[in-house]
């Protein structure tokens, strides 16, 4: 009986050594099993991420065949946003050029020079001009040449004499008026050249609109090169002292240009003859350039007030 028990007590633990070491193998297998796939997936999605940054999303095989480019519905390219370094000038809106339009514009510049040389060619330039002749006066002198469509007398700070442009509706006028050179008007013969300039047209919106705005015009000079820190009542002074009394002054300016003009009406049309003297004085820390003004000082238009 006691060997019998001793051989039993013996299988048991071999029997206990074989669980033991099974359970062992079965905890090794099971760790295998668990580490194994864990590399192997790594690996794999390690591969997948080289094998992705290598490819170019822009590349034709990731399009549809479907695709057309005559489609705007369909994906386009340019509906990628491709990476770009920005600068400093891109908080900025961009204007997208219209070749259009700039080809107008061109258009538009080499049409007006073109006018610009056809008036030149139909213009003369008139000097030694008597200080009393009108620019009525003048162009009917010039009006047997052709038709005078305009016009200008201007005063020379330099001299007494005044010098005008004198434009006609064809270059035959303006030809037949160089015959016209040394021909007495007033006091003096006058000297008539071709023009290097064309006339500068006036604001239609500024000619006299009537008979009474006419009578105006006789009334009032131009000046021109007046000193900037000159006041509107020195204006007015500095004339009503030399020619007479003023009615109605305008004084204008900016901030582009160094000099200002005026406008200064008479209450005789004499004293704007006399006017037509002071061009050349100083006024100011300037001489003063004046000429027949060719448009009425109108009155200002006062706004009703606000309410």
């Not at 192997?40 to 390690?46: D, P």
């Not at 008139?126 to 040449?145: K, N, P, W, Y």
């Not at 064809?170 to 290097?196: C, F, H, I, W």
């Not at 001489?287 to 007030?305: C, G, L, M, N």
Request: net charge positive.
């Amino acid at each position: 009986m006691a060997a019998v028990a001793e051989i039993t007590s013996e299988a048991a633990v071999a029997s206990n050594n074989n669980t033991t070491a099974a359970n062992k193998n079965d905890n090794n297998n099971n760790l295998d099993s668990e580490t194994k796939p864990t590399s192997e997936s790594e690996f794999t999605v390690q591969k997948l991420v080289d094998m992705f940054t290598k490819l170019n999303p822009l590349a034709k095989e990731f399009f549809p065949s479907s695709y057309s480019k005559n489609n705007p519905n369909e994906l386009h390219f340019n509906n990628f946003a491709v990476p770009v370094k920005q600068s400093a000038n891109d908080n900025f809106p961009k204007r997208k050029r219209n070749n259009f339009n700039q080809g107008r514009r061109k258009l538009n510049g080499r049409a007006y020079r073109a006018q610009q040389e056809d008036s030149i060619r139909r213009t003369v330039y008139v000097s030694d001009i008597d200080q009393h002749v009108t620019e009525e006066r003048l162009a009917g002198l010039f009006s047997g040449c052709g038709q005078v469509v305009d016009c200008r007398v201007c005063g020379d700070p330099h001299s007494v004499l005044r010098f005008a442009f004198v434009e006609f509706a064809d270059e035959q006028g303006a030809r037949a008026a160089l015959n016209l050179g040394g021909t007495m008007l007033g006091y003096y013969p006058v000297r008539v050249l071709p023009s290097k300039t064309a006339i500068l047209p006036v604001n239609p919106t500024f000619l006299p609109r009537s008979e009474d705005e006419r009578e105006m015009c006789t009334r009032t000079v131009y000046c021109t090169n007046i000193d900037k820190k000159v006041s509107q009542v020195e204006v007015k002074n500095f004339f009503e002292s030399i020619c007479g009394e003023v009615t109605r002054l305008r004084l204008l300016g900016d901030h582009v240009h160094s000099t200002r003009i005026a406008f200064v009406e008479f209450a005789m049309a004499e004293s704007a003859i006399v006017a037509l003297n002071c061009s050349g004085m100083a006024l100011g820390s300037q001489p003063v350039r004046v000429s027949p003004s060719k448009t009425p000082v109108r009155p200002r238009v006062t706004r009703p007030a606000m309410h």
